[in-house]
């Protein structure tokens, strides 16, 4: 089983923005921890801070994988080009936050990504990412 994760703007910063809210370690350090529990699974990893460079790379992904697993970070909120690029690929995508946008500023309540997405999961810190792959096994195991 493939899985791709995308993520967005600023997540490149991981372990040293905003700890209180995104965690002290590293993406790089937590993709590690992923490997080593889902062994079985073949895990991939992408970021840009670039708009146009997320659509491409779920447009390139959009081959023999099971599933991406999508942190669009700030273009969450603003993005209709990566909600119809979602919705231009077969490729299920799990949509994920690692804080709670829910429960902060009014501007992140709104997703536009959302509604082309198999799920969302939101405000678990990085374990986000983890329960994403679980849901991923899930639904593909349907
Ligand atoms: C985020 C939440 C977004 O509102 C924010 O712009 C991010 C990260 C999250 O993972 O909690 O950059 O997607």
Redesign the pocket.
């Known amino acids: 089983m493939k899985i791709h994760i995308i993520n967005?703007?600023?997540?490149n910063l991981l372990g040293k923005r905003e700890p209180e809210?995104?965690g002290s370690i590293t993406f790089q350090e937590y993709f590690s921890t992923l490997q080593f529990k889902y062994k079985n699974i073949e895990l991939s990893y992408f970021q840009s801070n670039i708009e146009g460079e997320l659509i491409s790379e779920l447009q390139e992904a959009d081959n023999n994988l099971d599933g991406i697993i999508l942190?669009?970070?700030?273009y969450?909120?603003t993005s209709i080009a990566i909600a119809d690029a979602i919705k231009a690929i077969n490729t299920p995508v799990v949509e994920?936050?690692?804080?709670n946008?829910y429960a902060?500023e009014d501007f992140?309540k709104k997703s536009y990504i959302s509604p082309n997405v198999v799920g969302v999961i939101?405000g678990f810190g990085l374990d986000s990412y983890s329960l994403a792959i679980q849901s991923l096994i899930n639904f593909n195991n349907q």
């Open positions: 967005g703007p600023n997540l809210i995104y942190n669009a970070a700030a969450t909120h994920v936050h690692i804080s946008v902060r992140r939101a």
